[in-house]
């Protein structure tokens, strides 16, 4: 199994892609965050939109 790189609330993408939530930094549930976003390398990373706190995210696949 191949580990994810992750990306954490205001970093940038370092690539071109589709991401979503993978964990909340304060360990709090995503079950209710299923939202994908796109991004283009450079862009920063938003908080979780379904809380608003910050998010570890992950490029879907």
Do not use: C, R
């Not at 954490?8 to 304060?26: C, I, M, Q």
């Not at 965050?33 to 992950?58: M, Y």
């Amino acid at each position: 199994m191949a580990n994810k790189k992750t990306y954490k609330t205001g970093e940038k993408a370092e690539e071109n892609g589709t991401f979503k939530v993978e964990s909340l930094v304060s360990g709090g549930s995503t079950a209710n965050d299923n939202t994908e976003i796109k991004l283009e390398k450079g862009e920063q990373f938003p908080p979780s939109p379904s809380s608003n706190e910050a998010a570890h995210w992950v490029k879907s696949s």
